[in-house]
């Protein structure tokens, strides 16, 4: 049996997501604010891994027209900046134009306002400082790490908040007794017990993956290999596909979940490139394989569950699904 075209896969998925793109206001319809940064990190990544430079303008109309919503692409939640500053570090690397790096380091310096002494340190969610969450602090986490490999002299010391915000995360308890990451902290600055949600055991891959690359420690890689291996086996079904915790008892997902599967596949393919376990490999490919035969429509739309069957489209469930698909282009054999 000939292998499957992942690349013509990504291509159908890519082309459908474009559908939703309003150039006018360089984001995608019917999705929210932070949804976008994931669409555009997306369009990035298929871009980089496929040398497909079809979609590739987007980068820059989005760059123009998105701020003229939110200035400098912040507004009052600390992770939705998170996001556009990560996705405006993807745009860098892929073009190398340094406003684009400019941008997510106005971010990251806008975000730590949202580091105090609350529960010893950590971000809060928002600027009405009520609720300290694991995916804030991630993505600060992530961020600087990032920053600091692409900021010579680092002069600001990313990696300082890089270092700092790994030692509170692990510090406080939030990976819990089953190897995943809740959700956040309770007023008395303890884990909450709260859903252990794919997005976060995604973008600590990151930060782990990062911090181990910059400094050799192979503490960092084991940790990452712990929660991705807790996903491979307590957040999939039967046949090893990913599933979102709201997937359950034909309960919904809303317009945010229904993001989170493919921020996860793109974090734990980053954390593949340090730690080349096969298991992340075969489990990328097997998904992308799942979401082609069970979860399309006519139109190269896929839906909210990966096992199918197909649900609804929208510019979230796409964007997720491309993710994926990205992932399992750079992991094809021959690739």
Not at 211 to 220: M, P, R, S, V
Not at 303 to 313: C, K, S, V
Not at 326 to 331: I, P, R, S
Request: charged content about 15%; some cysteine; aromatic content about 14%.
């Amino acid at each position: 049996m000939a292998d499957p075209d992942y690349r013509t896969w990504a291509a159908a998925g890519i082309s459908a997501l474009q559908r939703w793109y309003d150039p006018s206001t360089g984001q995608w319809k019917s999705t929210s604010w932070w949804n976008a940064a994931n669409a555009l990190t997306a369009v990035i990544g298929y871009t980089k891994l496929t040398g497909d430079g079809t979609h590739a303008g987007v980068i820059g109309t989005t760059f123009a027209a998105a701020r003229r919503r939110h200035a400098d692409f912040i507004n009052h939640y600390y992770d939705d900046n998170g996001w556009w500053a990560l996705a405006w570090v993807a745009a860098y690397d892929l073009t190398r134009d340094p406003r684009y790096l400019d941008a997510a380091r106005t971010i990251f310096a806008h975000n730590v306002a949202g580091w105090d002494d609350t529960c010893s340190g950590g971000l809060w969610w928002n600027e009405s400082k009520t609720y300290k969450n694991a995916i804030t602090t991630e993505l600060f986490l992530t961020l600087a790490a990032l920053l600091h490999q692409r900021t010579p002299g680092d002069d600001v010391s990313y990696l300082t908040w890089a270092l700092r915000a790994w030692q509170w995360f692990s510090s406080h308890g939030l990976v819990g007794a089953d190897g995943l990451v809740n959700d956040g902290l309770t007023a008395r600055c303890e884990n909450n017990g709260g859903t252990t949600w794919t997005y976060n055991q995604g973008v600590i891959l990151g930060g782990l993956g990062a911090l181990f690359e910059i400094t050799g420690d192979q503490a960092y890689l084991a940790q990452g290999e712990s929660i991705a291996g807790a996903v491979l086996s307590k957040l999939t079904t039967a046949p090893g596909i990913l599933t979102e915790p709201c997937e359950a008892g034909g309960q919904g997902c809303d317009g945010d979940q229904v993001q989170f599967k493919g921020i996860f596949v793109r974090y734990l393919y980053d954390f593949w490139l340090r730690s080349r376990q096969p298991a992340y490999r075969e489990f990328i490919l097997g998904n992308a394989r799942s979401l082609w035969a069970s979860n399309k429509n006519a139109n190269d739309e896929f839906g909210l569950r990966w096992t199918g069957p197909f649900d609804q489209a929208d510019a979230a469930r796409q964007s997720s699904a491309l993710d994926g698909l990205n992932a399992a282009v750079a992991l094809a054999p021959g690739s």
